[in-house]
Every structure is written in C-alpha cells, then in structure tokens.
C-alpha cells in the first residue's frame, strides 16, 4: 500500500496534460466516499488519542487504588473504574496503543512478506513458483492459534512483550496473502498487456511492480485491511486465553477478558463495553477503509 | 521428613492458587449465614425419594478412581463419593473411626485397627483388614509410581520395602482379617493421621502387578468402591454419572445418582439459575451474583487454606535435602515486618476476595484446634508510617535522595516479587503489593517483569529461581494442624528456605512424646505462632474462606473441617 | 487430473516430514518429558529424571530420537498422556468426532448464510438489502468471537433456555438412540451458531465483490447483449468465476474453523479437541498436545491439497501450469 500511494503521487506530475490517472481517480473517489472519510477520520483519531495517550490524561493505569473498585462513570472517571480501582477511560487509551500496534505491526509485516512472495511466486511460475508456494504451504500448515500458544508455552519466562506477539503472528499468517496474490497474478498475467511488455523486454521486476501489482492492489488491499482487522481480533482472543499480550500491558483484549467474570459480564458493563466497543469500531472502520478504498481504484466501479 | 499433609496441600494449592477456593472449611457457620432461615422452613418441606443431584467442577476429572494414584482435585471429589477410609475427620478437625477403630499400645507404637463387618465394595465382596494390607503394601512396593509412598513411610519396615530389601513391610500384622496391627517406626503424636486411609479392593485388582496398576482398566474404567455411590458411566471431559449403591454401609443413599459435571466457573452463577448444577465449590467472585438467585443459598465457613508471601532466605540443596540459608537480603526482622505493616489487607480482601477471606497473622487457620488466639499475636494493622519507621530503625534509609531507602551498608535495594498468572485479579493484586512496597520506600518490582505461568511458578519455586525473592503463594493444610511441613528447617515446602534454630525446636517438641497430652501440643504451636508472628519467615495475608452455593433443593449437606462431601449418603431432594 | 492429484499428493511428502521436523524440535524445546509423556513432570528428583531419559534415549544423538519419534508416529504411537495415563491417540480420539460434528455444522450454516447473502449482495449491490447484509458481515467480523459466544450463552440459554449451554450430550442418555443424537444436535446448535455465523463475513464478501466485478466483465455484456437470461448469467457464468477465490477458502477454512474451535469449545465447554488442547497446555500434557498440533498441521495441509484439487477442477488453466 505504501508504495503504491507513492506512485500515485508521483505519476501525475509527470503527464499533466493528459487525462488524470487511475490513482488520481481512485483518490478523489475515495473523498467522496462518506463511509470511507468518517471511517478514516475516525481511525485517525483513536490513533492519535491512543499513541498521545501520556500526554491526555495523567490518570495512573498501574496503580491499584483500594477506594475506587468497580465504581460506574462518574464526572472523574469517564468510563467508571475496573476492578483494581483504575480508570477505564485512561487504560482504554493505552490499550489502544498496543491492540492498534498489533493490529498495524502485523498487517505490514504480513503484506511485506506475502506480497513478495506472492507476485514472484505468480509472476515466475515454475520452479520457483513450486518452491515458493511448497514453501506457502508449509506456513499455511501451522494453524495460527495453537502454534501461537505452543511458542507461548516454549517463550514463557524467556521473551515476551507485544513485539514478539507482532512478529510471531506474522511469521505464521502471511500465507493467505501470499496465495491469494499469486493466485490473481496468475490470472492476470494471462492477459495480453503482460505479454506485450514481456515482448518488449521490460525487466521483470518493472512488470510485476509497474504492472500486476497496482493490478492486484484492490485484491491486496483488502486482504491488508481485513488482515489488520483480525490481527486485532485474534490479539484480544489470545489474550482472552491468556496467550497473548502480558496481563500487566493493557490492551483491549486483556481489559475483555475482565469479562469472563460474569459478574463482570452482567453487572459491570463499563468494564467491558468500551473494549468491545473500540475493537468494533475500529474494526468496522478499518474495513470500511478498505471498501472505501477498493471502490476507489477500481475503474469500473460506478462510485 | 514429615510429607504427609503437604501433599495434599500441593495438590489443593494448584486449585485454590487457579480459582481462589478452599477445600475445606469448619462446622461453625458463620455468623453472617443469613440464608440460615431459608434453610430451616426447607427442612420442613416434602422430602422426595430418590433424584439425581449435579455436582458442578470447573475442571475436567482426569479419571483415576483409586485414591492411591490420583492427583487432582476433580478426582478426589469423585473419589469422596465413592471411597470411604479407616478414619473420618470430624467438624473439630479431629480424627475419628470410621472404617475401623483402634487402640494404641502402652509403649503408642503399636495401633491395633479392628474393622467393620459387613461392610460391602462396590461388587459386593466383603470389606477385610486385607484390602487394607493390600493398599499399604502396593504404596510401599518398590514399582508403585503413585505420589502416595511417604503415607505409609512411617511404618516400620516399609522403606525397606520400598528399597526393594523386603517383600512385605515388618510393621503390618494380620491378626485375623478383620483386625490389623501396625507397628510405627517411631513414637509421634501424628502417625495415625499421616497413615493412608483407604483400602484396596484387592480381589477386584488382583493378577495386576503393581507397576501397572496405575493404567488399569480396573483404577481408571471400572473402578470398584466402598462408598455411597458407585461410578455408572463417564463421558471423558464432560461429565461422569454415578449412581447409588444400595448396599452402602452406613445405610441406603437417599439420592439415586449424582452427576459431576464440568462448568466454565464464569458460568457457575447462570447454571445455578437455570438448574443445571445443584452444588459447587464457588469463587468469591461468584457470590454476589448467586446471592440475588432465590433458588441458591451460599454457604461459607472458615477454611483450612491461607496465602502468604515467601521470602527468600537461601536455597535447597537437592543432594542433601537440607535447605541452606545463603540469602541476606531479608535477614532484618525489622525489615520483614515493615513489609506486612505496609499492606492494607481488608482492602486487598474487599477488593480482590470480594470480602471472603479473614486477615491471619499466623499461618495456622483459626479452624484448627492448634490456633493462636488472636490476642496473642501482633496484628500488623495497616499503617505506613511504622513500617517507614521500622526501616529506619534497621538502618534502611534513603540516602541518594531518589525516594527510595538503601539497604544499612548504603547500597541500593530492591526487591523482585513474584506472581502467578490466573485470573484478572491476580494482575491488580500483585500490583497492590509492589505499590504498597515502594510506597514505604522499599523499592519493588515485579520478577521477570510479567506474571508468571502457574506451572512454570511453581518449577520456579521448587528450583529456588533467583527472580523470586519475594513470591505469592497459598497453601491448604489438609486437615492435620502440624504445619512442619510447610515450615520446618529441611521441608521441601519451605519455599522461602527458612532455617532457624528456634523454629525447628518448637515444631519438633509439638510432635514429641510429651505432646500426646493434647494441651501441652497446643501450648508448643501457640509458642511456635508466637515465634512465627514475631519473626515473619514469611508474611502471612489472609484465610480463604470456603464458599458452596447449593441449590435450595438440595438438603442434608454438612459443611465441614473435610469439606462438603461429608456423608453423602444423606443428601437428598426436598420439593 | 489424476496426474495432477498423484503430483500433489507426492508433493506433500516433503512438508509432512517439515513439519514433523518443526513440530519435534518445538517439543524438543519443552521442559521435561514432552514425547513419550513417561516421566512424570512434577517429579523433579534429579537422579529420577535422569535414569528415565537414559531409559527413554533422550541422551542419544537428536537424529536418532527425531527417527525413532517419526517411527512410532507413523504406527500410530502418539506417546502418552501424562494426564490421563493412556496412549495420547486414544484421549485425541475420543474427541475427534465432537471437533468434526461442530466444524461441519458450522461450516454448513456459514454456506447457507454466505452463500444466500453474497448472492444476493453480488446482485443486487448498493441497495437497501446490501447494504444491511454489509452491515451484518462488518459487525461480525468486528465482534471478537468470544464476546459472542458470552452474549449468545446468556441471551439463548440463560435467558431464553433455548439452548444447553455446555457438554456435547445430555446427561444419561443411551448411546445409538435417537434421543442421544437429538440431544447431540441440540448440544451442538449454539457453538455452531456462532462459529458459522462469525465467519460469513469473508465469504460474502468475496462472493459479492467478485459478482460484482464479473457482472462488468466483457462476456457477461455479451451475454446479456445476446438475451441470455439475466438468472442464467448469474448462476452459469458469473458464479463459475466467483467460486474460484471462494473454494481457495475452503481449505483455510479448516484452519480457521480449528482455531475457532479453540475459543469456541472453550467457552461452550464442548469437549472437543480445541478445549483438549488447551487443557493439555494447562497441565502440560505435552504428547497430548504435540500429537493435536501435528494432527491440525496435517488437517491443515489435507485442507489446502483440497483447495487446490477444486481449484484444479474450477479452473483447468491452472492445471496446467
């Protein structure tokens, strides 16, 4: 994706005189998507309140405070307080700071690898494609969740933390993307254009780059947003076992958790509805991005 | 070494550390039972014959019938259905004939054991002496892989045995088939209780040498009992029916079967509700949801557990299994009771236990008849300011001006405390002991900077990890009072690897000869407590109580020392 | 194709023997006993431990023990459970069919609701009707699966009754008669509710965006230029089309569904092999949890060969490749 806005910055200065590119099209599309822009701004700011979270609030989120346990939203405490006395709105905003880490960190990682992967391996074929898509396949192998709490069990006491979370789920999930992207170049390389070029002798790299990918983009595109999405998803699960995000680090998933009690569940809501509700949100917002996004560049579409 | 009740305190420590529920509790019901008078107008009502009762667990049964083999706690509450032992522990914690009475010799080494007749296993062979024999000789067999050797390692002759020196322990004589003489090893006010209790069907597991027993069709599918129920049918990780065995012999079982069901303890409070379990050992958390059910009563008592906080004071050597005091850090007594000072515990009970635990300042739960009273012990009430100047006092002083005290020598200090993950009031409690430390300048932080997997805690302690100088940890006494086994100089639960000379005299003088006057054993632990509370080897937090919620069709539970199983027989329905 | 299937089938050799490979040095890295589950873990007597991997060849070379390990496995001799004291095959066993029946009742009810919505999503795109399906899928891809589960067990079964919220069976029933299977149906309903419905949102999603994309495509203006029927285009043409991203799911589907299994079983209480494998991981049953891991590796990998199978069938070009 980042590479691709670059190109689309970069490609109409270079022919101003003729007809707005695709990207330029795709990007005004993508304003006038209403859905699309709320979601964005959205999106922006839960990032922003979460990354500036020091600087928003100064409550404590460590500190167990004896006379505040499970009090409802108050005028001080926004969002009421959880069991161990701690303001849920303060905890919710540095929780924030580590779900959307994961949540980003794992979609980069993910469509770094899988998109590499992928395009060579579509783009080549043959050997290199039977190595690397063996290669695909024995990624795809490790069902993510159980190798995840199997690493944990392995890692516990040795390294933990939200980074080796990152890279362990990365390691294990780009495989889909990496066969989805092949499986879309494949069917356009069948294409006369690719053929044309390869006549010409363009260099492959410039091919698979200048020509299948931004091709394969709407698909890529949305495998990243819904990748980011159940990244998110999949932290707050492996933390709801247990597995995920160390207790002591807030992240949404651990503040859900809160919610196997049921006591919780039923009588204490502010505990648990504002997580749930920001993994929603920001889930919905994500992939309405994505749509936003897919309608945008792709040139038949009627919006 | 003495191992006895230990064992079975390791085996309730994993449930209790996971879920926060004792095991066992005492007869007085509490003071604040206000669903008492639900009780007694139930009492009055219709009893119904027969019906089945769905015992609810919050963990799957691992499915070994025999005592002598088992290790979880789901089992052991199956086996309290279907076993019966040679003895009984009554509401005082006291122990009482029930399988069989005895008489002790002049000399107390000798204990003649006279059982029953007519008493019936499950397959309607009759109960003998043997069967008895027959479970002490498979624990002291050289192939038994049981964890149960060290209940009859004090008889004489049977380490011999277990070295493989022996065919038979030289202790155990059968007199006739219903009367035993065991012979100990040496004179202690506690070699009845330390003695396994339960006989083996020997017929039912005859032709099956001893180191197979443990994989038998016989231990693990069809098992054979002696007690109110016997096991009908089970469906691995869900639930296992058993039924009523007619020919108990206390008398006919008034319920036809009992179901002991796996339940999600978060679910515990809406399974209640709709029916779908009838009894369960409950969280505290759990208690104000099913209070508000008018179908439920919770029933809580004193139980038998406590938490505590270890310090380190050196380590076990596993050569010599002798614990070595090499370890400084906590060696001012001013120091560790600074650090009690420093702990709001009712707030920590409120905010954690839901209020259901006790503040102790000893670590003998006041069930037990051995407990200090507590005028006789230091209360270490909350306060800060006498924890700061205790420090002070030992010379622990901030001197680099950075908030926190450097230890006397000037050199700076801090503690690294452990915690086990669980729950998520784990997290804010361990959170509420490192921040009440710095608070008193005692700078703390949490070792290995995450909570720690329970397994991997406890390989942690048994290896004396360096991470954990000060560590979380609770305990269950069993129902034995001798607490030599957590704390004595060379325990292997003595985490904290405490040696002291004093300690080690008290405990010891509790289990001489002269404490078989029942006073004069009470005096020596109420010393020992005193030396405890003076001292803190440890910090000890609170009591658990023991919580049940029973549904109110469900009649003639006796809470008690053993827990909520006593005389099953006598449960039964009212409409 | 069957040369085709024969080519796959070989090509799978290597990636069982990785994966064995990875799957051994991820046990080898356990503490204590994680393969023959013969010592005991909470026995931690050196000179114990010690004598039993000397018994067990744990000293020798590591290619030795990684072949002998693969020898039994092969046989079937999974170890065995240091919990339950029986070969680790028998415990896994013994839950298999609970894990199948939910996947398979989840997976049927994710086809049906994917399947009628993305159609008429594909079809119909930007109205009224799709826009509330959208809607639908956006929230239960967004809904952790788990927070579902809770709602749905104290909506359905706690406040309704409608459901049993827990076990795969009633309790006392015959096995074989029709009250048991009944009662299993029953039992199964709830997870397999929220399993298949957490996950239509890909599904739809794929289907109707490919529905769309292809109803623009050339040869579907020719058709309907020529007066095919609008039905026909849809069902004969356009489908064929969209069916090739959809059947590449299927096979990470059963990946997906395992994992969900995990949650899920875990939650509903449903002893099946996702709650198994968590419960070994809690009590460290390490050849019960291994042999899972390895068993939903080959599940997985079964799971792919499948969805290039389809894929094969589908599309013949790629077969060709």
């Known amino acids: 994706m980042e590479i691709v806005t670059k190109q689309e910055a970069s490609a109409p200065k270079k022919t101003p005189n003729k007809s707005p590119s695709p990207w330029v099209i795709a990007r005004r599309k993508f304003f006038k998507n209403k859905l699309a822009m709320i979601s964005l701004i959205f999106l922006l700011i839960v990032i922003i309140l979460s990354f500036l979270a020091p600087y928003i609030t100064t409550k404590d989120i460590v500190r167990v405070d004896f006379t505040k346990i499970s009090q409802p939203p108050s005028s001080e405490n926004w969002l009421g307080t959880d069991t161990n006395g701690r303001d849920v709105f303060t905890r919710m905003l540095y929780a924030g700071r580590s779900s959307l880490t994961v949540g980003i960190g794992c979609m980069f990682f993910i469509v770094l690898i899988g998109t590499t992967i992928g395009a060579i391996s579509g783009y080549f074929g043959g050997k290199v494609d039977q190595i690397l898509m063996r290669f695909t396949d024995f990624v795809l192998m490790f069902p993510l969740l159980v190798f995840v709490i199997v690493l944990n069990t392995i890692l516990v006491g040795k390294v933990s933390g939200l980074w080796t979370l990152i890279i362990v789920i990365s390691v294990l999930s780009w495989g889909s993307v990496a066969r989805v992207v092949r499986s879309r170049i494949l069917a356009e390389k069948e294409n006369e254009y690719i053929l044309a070029a390869e006549s010409i002798g363009c260099k492959s790299s410039k091919i698979i780059i200048k020509h299948l990918l931004p091709n394969v983009a709407s698909t890529i595109i949305v495998q990243a947003t819904l990748l980011m999405a159940v990244t998110i998803v999949i932290e707050s699960a492996l933390s709801f076992l247990n597995f995920g995000v160390p207790a002591d680090t807030p992240s949404w998933g651990n503040m859900l958790s809160e919610a196997r009690n049921s006591d919780v569940l039923r009588d204490k809501i502010w505990i648990w509805i504002p997580p749930a509700t920001a993994i929603t949100l920001v889930i919905l917002s994500i992939n309405f991005i994505g749509e936003g996004l897919k309608d945008a560049m792709n040139p038949k579409s009627r919006r | 070494m003495k191992k006895t009740k230990t064992l079975w305190s390791l085996l309730l420590m994993l449930v209790m550390a996971l879920f926060l529920a004792a095991c066992n509790s005492d007869s007085g019901t509490t003071d604040k039972d206000a669903q008492k008078d639900k009780e007694t107008p139930a009492a009055t009502t219709d009893v119904k014959e027969g019906g089945v009762v769905t015992f609810g667990t919050d963990q799957a049964p691992e499915g070994v019938y025999d005592p002598a083999f088992s290790k979880s706690i789901v089992d052991a509450y199956i086996q309290n259905f279907t076993m019966d032992g040679v003895y009984d522990v009554n509401d005082e914690l006291e122990y009482v004939p029930n399988l069989a009475k005895w008489d002790i010799s002049e000399d107390k080494l000798t204990y003649t054991f006279n059982f029953e007749k007519g008493v019936k296993w499950h397959n309607g062979e009759e109960l003998t002496g043997e069967d008895w024999v027959f479970a002490l000789e498979t624990l002291a067999h050289p192939d038994y892989d049981g964890p149960r050797f060290n209940y009859v390692e004090g008889v004489k002759g049977a380490q011999e045995k ?27 006010i506690n070699n009845l209780e330390s003695i396994w209790q339960y006989p083996m069907p020997k017929k039912h597991y005859e032709g099956i040498a001893v180191k197979d027993l443990s994989e038998s069709k016989q231990v693990r599918e069809n098992p054979v009992g002696l007690g109110a129920f016997k096991v009908k049918k089970v469906v691995d990780g869900e639930y296992s029916e058993l039924e009523r065995f007619d020919d108990y012999w206390k008398g006919k079982p008034a319920l036809d079967g009992v179901i002991v069901k796996v339940i999600d303890p978060s679910l515990a409070a809406g399974a209640f509700q709709n029916g779908e379990i009838d009894i369960m050992d409950i969280r505290p958390q759990s208690v104000k949801e099913l209070s508000a059910l008018s179908n439920v009563r919770i029933e809580e008592t004193n139980g038998v557990s406590y938490s505590y906080i270890g310090l380190r004071f050196g380590h076990r050597d596993k050569a010599t299994l002798k614990n070595v005091a090499d370890f400084d850090k906590f060696n001012s007594k001013e120091l560790r009771q600074a650090l009690l000072y420093a702990l709001n515990r009712p707030a920590m009970i409120d905010a954690f236990l839901e209020g259901k635990a006790e503040v102790a300042n000893t670590v003998i739960p006041v069930t037990f008849w051995t407990a200090a009273d507590a005028k006789d012990l230091n209360a270490y009430e909350f306060n800060v300011d006498k924890a700061k100047e205790l420090l002070k006092t030992a010379g622990y002083v901030d001197k680099d001006g950075d908030g926190f005290v450097e230890d006397p020598k000037g050199q700076p200090f801090k503690i690294s405390f452990g915690h086990y993950a669980g729950p998520a009031a784990f997290e804010g409690r361990s959170q509420a002991i490192i921040q009440s430390w710095n608070d008193i300048g005692v700078k703390t932080e949490l070792a290995t900077g995450s909570l720690v997997e329970f397994n991997l805690y406890n390989e942690m302690k048994d290896n004396d990890d360096a991470a954990l100088e000060a560590f979380f940890g609770s305990w269950s006494m069993g129902s034995d009072p001798d607490p030599s086994g957590l704390w004595a100089n060379d325990a292997e639960w003595n985490y904290g690897r405490y040696v002291d000379a004093e300690n080690d005299k008290l405990l010891k003088e509790a289990l001489s000869e002269k404490a078989f006057d029942k006073d004069y054993r009470k005096k020596m632990y109420v010393n020992w407590q005193k030396y405890f509370n003076e001292q803190l080897p440890a910090l000890p937090l609170w009591e658990n109580l023991s919580l049940y919620g029973i549904n109110n069709r469900l009649q003639g539970v006796h809470i008690n020392a053993v827990g909520f199983q006593t005389d099953v027989y006598k449960w039964h329905i009212v409409e | ?14 990636l069982l023997l990785l994966i064995s490979l990875v799957v051994f040095f991820l046990a080898k890295m356990m503490p204590g006993d994680p393969f023959a589950g013969e010592i005991d873990p909470s026995n931690t007597n050196p000179q114990y431990i010690e004598e039993m991997r000397e018994k067990l060849g744990y000293n020798d070379p590591i290619i030795v023990q990684y072949g002998r390990w693969m020898a039994n496995f092969v046989q079937g001799d999974f170890g065995k459970s240091t919990v339950y004291k029986k070969p680790a095959v028998e415990v896994i066993a013994q839950r298999i069919p609970n894990t199948v029946f939910l996947a398979i009742t989840s997976l049927i009810f994710t086809y049906i609701f994917a399947f009628i919505m993305g159609m008429y999503a594909g079809r119909k795109p930007y109205t009224l009707g799709d826009n509330l399906i959208a809607s639908y899928n956006y929230l239960a891809l967004a809904i952790p699966s788990f927070v579902a589960g809770i709602v749905a067990i104290y909506v359905f079964s706690f406040q309704l009754g409608w459901f049993p919220f827990n076990g795969s069976v009633g309790v006392g029933l015959q096995e074989g008669t029709f009250a048991y299977y ?31 994309e292809n109803s623009r495509k050339d040869f579907v203006r020719t058709a309907r230029a020529k007066g095919t029927k609008e039905s026909k285009i ?79 069938i589908v599309d013949p070009r790629i077969r060709l490749d």
């Open chain 3, 1 to 14: 194709m069957l040369q085709y299937t024969l080519r796959r089938l070989l090509g799978m050799i290597p």
């Open chain 3, 182 to 212: 009944l009662s299993r149906v029953h039992h199964v309903l709830l997870p397999a509710l929220v399993l298949g419905l957490m996950g239509t949102a890909s599904y739809t999603q794929f289907l109707r965006n490919d529905i769309i």
């Open chain 2, 162 to 188: 277990k070295a493989g020196k022996a065919d038979k322990i030289s202790g155990i004589e059968v007199v006739d088939p219903y009367t035993i003489k065991i012979t100990f090893k040496e004179v202690k």
């Open chain 3, 234 to 312: 849809y069902n004969k043409h356009i489908l064929r089309n969209s069916i090739i991203p959809i059947i590449t799911f299927l096979g990470f589907d059963i990946a997906t569904l395992i994992s969900g299994a995990v949650i899920t079983e875990t939650i509903f209480t449903y002893p099946g092999i996702g709650a198994l494998f968590l419960d070994s991981v809690g009590r460290r049953d390490y050849a019960v949890m291994m042999s899972i891991t390895m068993l939903l590796s080959f599940l997985t990998l079964f799971g792919n060969l499948v969805a290039d199978l389809l894929y094969g």
